[in-house]
């Protein structure tokens, strides 16, 4: 199992920015694509960026595009996600997760397809 940090997280007001970051273990983040997730209290975890394990391709759903930016440092065994214009119902818990990848630089997967998970880091947006 591939062990995941992540960190960031806090409070900031309406219209803000926030950069979150998830450290991996292991000698091979190479292989990882990476996905962030966000869960709210009493709704279902769902994605909002994901990263190819070269960096080379990623993937936003239609809500969170043109605010949300996913990048990853190789070197640093870390991605990151970049949330720009918050808004109050952005509010969840944010969750990083790992998809070893060794052939391929494929980048969409679903939440099922996921190998490991991190504890989460809170964002709570305020009006």
């Known amino acids: 199992q591939v062990q995941l940090v992540e960190s960031g997280g806090g409070l900031v007001q309406a219209g803000g920015s926030l950069r979150l970051s998830c450290v991996a273990s292991?000698?091979?983040?190479?292989?990882?694509?990476m996905g962030w997730f966000r869960q709210a209290p009493g709704k279902e975890r769902e994605l909002v960026a994901a990263?190819?394990?070269?960096?080379?391709?990623?993937y936003y759903p239609d809500s969170v595009v043109g605010r949300f930016i996913i990048s990853r440092d190789n070197a640093k065994n870390t991605v990151y996600l970049q949330m720009d214009s918050l808004k109050p119902e952005y509010t969840a818990g944010y969750y990083c997760?790992?998809?070893?990848?060794?052939?391929?630089?494929?980048?969409?997967?679903?939440?099922?397809?996921?190998?490991?998970w991190g504890q989460g880091t809170q964002v709570t947006v305020s009006s």
């Open positions: 990263i190819s394990r070269s960096g080379g391709n990623t």
């Open positions: 997760a790992v998809k070893i990848t060794w052939y391929s630089d494929r980048t969409y997967f679903k939440k099922g397809e996921y190998d490991s």
């Open positions: 292991g000698r091979t983040f190479s292989s990882y694509a």
